[in-house]
């Protein structure tokens, strides 16, 4: 399918790098790979495309044999799939339209499957959900065994028609990210289903402590946060207003290096050499707020994640 020239024309400061996906994705890791974390960020990012420019990525260049694009009331994601692996990718809020929605920000709490949950994001969540949630079932439907609620290395003692579940990965950046969290918690707060990863860039908080807490005994080691820098999202909403995050966070310094869990001191003073160099930019010129400088993906995510992948991996990744 020709991809829409209108809609390159639109993003074309927001194109993702070109690379072999399923070359470089590990569909079955059960731990933090910084390649995954690649792929999910691309993935997040081209959620920002129109329909058809998402399928003709995911079906000629990555390799996917299975898409849908969800489009309802506002919330978008799509779904690319194979054999081995799914991916749930949920479109956040446009760079141009991110004041306003911060603007308009609600922060009133609605019950959630284990605390309660920002009653906005849960609200756009179940425009798209049932038919997503239905797609995943019907690709799984075909297996007998699900291997991935078994203890690792147990799968080999199984046979299912010579083939392992797909594995479920689920993601998104800003707005998409707050919803990709909570639908994993539908996913293994509610139904107790398998999710193998979620990957989150420039997260709001989502629930309360109690949420976070549930939340964190069930799937923090699966969870992996990425914060950039001084991204203002990623303090929405405010603890005030008893919002916690969840996961486990990859902080990504104003030099781009990423440091897991990083302490509360060590943010700090990286945050302030952020703030330092954005007063130097606007002295040079560049009035952009580093908060929503660095909530880009392309210019701040990608490329960070990027710089610290394997050699060998950056070989196979052309950038735009």
Known sequence: MRPNENSRERYKDLQIPAFPFLDIFQAQETNFSMQNAFCLACASQLAYQDPEVVENVVSSEWGFNDFEFYDRRGTQAFLAANDETIIV????????????????????HTPGPAGKIHGGFAKALSFVWKQIADKIKSLRKPYIIDLQTMPRGDEKKVVTAGKTVPTLWITGHSLGAALAMLATTELKLREDRPVRGLYTFGQPRSGNREFARAFNSVFKQRTFRFANNNDVVTRVAPRAFDYSHAGSVYYIEHDGEIHPNINFWEKFLDRLQGRFEDFLDVLRGNLMPDGIEDHNMVKGYIPAIQKNLKPEIQKLIKNP
Request: without cysteine; negative net charge; aromatic residues 20%.
């Open 89 to 108: 990718s949920f479109r956040g809020t446009e760079p141009g339209n991110l004041a306003d929605w911060m603007t308009d920000f609600d922060f009133k």
